[in-house]
């Protein structure tokens, strides 16, 4: 085993035996190479910026939209890059929701390596009800309004129960992914009143995403901890 600088002042281990280098380290720390596998450091996200064989790691020392770990898994270009780690922290996404719902609801997204969360506690009816219960009611006026890196794949339909709370009492509904990827509904089960000012309901539902990490998170910026 050899020692030395290169040319480019990187740090070299070299096998004198195979005549190859064994270590490659960046005089700034920002890579270290082990064979031809990178591991490196730096801030922002990868995809398009950083070229790297299969199997190669970046730390995002920024940490951009929660993602800080990621892994090339294929190709040997600038794209490829997954995220091995990342957590969004629970958004604020009810600026997001239909007219139908109240402004004062809660609804809350949340996105932790390739699995995504959608919560509320109180999705309350606003002022102009329509139509019953057991009908479909959207949770966004369109199904583009649904984040980017938080999509549903699209070969399976996202759904959980839901607790449709009318006049005080609780009843089982239920909440879906039903024309498309990410176009998320509420309805009731078994209930053939209609939707007033006042009812509300409560779900708690994840599923898996192959997005590609969030490059902006949605929810104005605000931190849910």
Not at 178 to 204: E, P, Q
Request: net charge positive; proline share 4%.
């Amino acid at each position: 085993m050899s020692f030395g600088i290169s040319g480019g002042n990187e740090f070299l281990v070299w096998n004198n035996k195979t005549n190859k280098n064994v270590i490659r380290l960046a005089p700034d720390l920002s890579y270290v190479k082990i064979g031809d596998v990178q591991h490196r450091y730096d801030t922002g996200q990868p995809n398009g910026r950083i070229a790297a064989p299969p199997g190669s790691t970046y730390t995002d020392t920024a940490v951009t939209c929660g993602a800080v770990k990621w892994i090339k898994t294929w190709g040997t270009g600038n794209t490829g890059w997954t995220v091995l780690y990342g957590d969004t922290g629970w958004r604020d996404v009810k600026s997001l929701l239909d007219p139908f719902w109240d402004s004062t609801s809660n609804l809350q997204l949340r996105r932790i390596n390739k699995t995504v969360y959608l919560r509320s506690s109180n999705l309350k009816v606003g002022d102009n009800p329509t139509g019953a219960r057991s009908a479909i009611k959207q949770l966004f006026p369109d199904k583009n309004t649904f984040p980017l890196g938080f999509r549903n794949a699209g070969w399976g339909r996202a759904q959980a129960l839901a607790i449709i709370n009318t006049s005080g009492n609780d009843g089982i509904g239920s909440i879906y992914t039903y024309r498309a990827a990410h176009d998320f509904a509420v309805r009731a089960i078994l209930d053939t009143g209609n939707w007033t000012k006042g009812d509300s309901c409560a779900f708690n539902m994840s599923y898996v995403t192959e997005n590609d990490w969030p490059t902006a998170l949605p929810g104005g910026g605000e931190w849910i901890v």
